[in-house]
């Protein structure tokens, strides 16, 4: 029980607009609820950047970037999925390669295929971890590694319908190793993150007994307030870095409004 009862009560919008909790996220610091773009910081293109490099913040990254921290800070199973496009795989490097602190993390990462093999990815584990004894592997001490399958669902069904490769990740999160040389090896201080698009053509549907070990988060396509943030956001630093018109630069509003309806009526 509470020591003391909350009774923090979530903003609701003077627009009369609909208000849900997951609009919001609570900062216990400060003691209210905040949403979720307050916590992301000002963002701001560099001058230099690359067009291919940049990610723009929206709501529905910053909410699924701050979960997967916080799955990832008590050890949690975590499986992105959703259609292609939608962000799954780049919230997730962003986070394990640039965001959380490499004296503490050790990120694993492989990508799947259709061809991918279980013995394939048990030596691409096995070759990132280090030997503590003759039957345990992990990373190096001080530190957690992170272990990310990109296109979870991608290996190819043998003719009994399993996946080899993903068998041998149930196995581990089962019983928190899997067989080597006829010796069973713990893995330690690893923890599993997945993502994986919606099933289908060479996508297969994975068994449950290993998704059932995960934390599931569904991603859905953007917004169209999203949208328009993320193009809005892209065009206004390129009309900036090539120095157009303040003419040129005031339809570029109008500009992204056309082209996300354009695209809204398209995928109808």
């Known amino acids: 029980k509470l020591s003391t009862k909350l009774s923090i009560p979530i903003p609701v919008s003077d627009s009369g607009t609909e208000t849900l909790v997951y609009d919001f996220v609570f900062v216990a610091e400060k003691k209210k609820w905040l949403p979720w773009m307050d916590i992301a910081g000002k963002f701001e293109i560099a001058p230099d950047a690359k067009y291919e490099s940049i990610t723009v913040p929206t709501v529905d990254t910053v909410r699924s970037s701050f979960v997967l921290e916080s799955l990832l800070r008590h050890h949690c199973k975590t499986l992105f999925t959703g259609p292609t496009g939608t ?3 780049k919230i997730i490097y962003q986070k394990i390669l640039e965001q959380l602190p490499k004296t503490e993390w050790e990120p694993i990462c ?7 093999t279980e013995l394939q990815a048990q030596l691409t584990v096995q070759d990132k971890l280090v030997k503590r004894t003759k039957s345990v592997r992990g990373p190096m001490l001080g530190k957690h590694a992170i272990l990310f399958i990109d296109d979870l669902n991608m290996p190819e069904k043998e003719e009994f319908g399993a996946q080899p490769a993903l068998e041998l990740l149930r196995q581990f999160c089962d019983y928190g190793g899997w067989y080597h040389e006829n010796a069973f090896l713990n893995l330690v201080d690893v923890t599993m993150v997945a993502a994986m698009g919606t099933p289908g053509g060479s996508a297969n549907v994975p068994s449950t007994r290993l998704t059932r070990h995960f934390n599931v988060i569904g ?3 953007y917004s169209d307030d ?3 943030r993320i193009f809005g956001t892209i065009v206004s630093w390129w009309s900036k870095q090539h120095s157009l018109s303040a003419v040129i630069q005031k339809i570029v ?3 992204i409004e056309a082209t996300v309806d354009i695209y809204a009526t398209l995928t109808q």
């Open 87 to 89: 962000g799954k795989s």
């Open 110 to 116: 492989i990508t799947f295929s259709a061809q991918t």
């Open 219 to 221: 991603f859905v396509p």
């Open 226 to 228: 999203s949208l328009k």
């Open 253 to 255: 509003p109008a500009l």
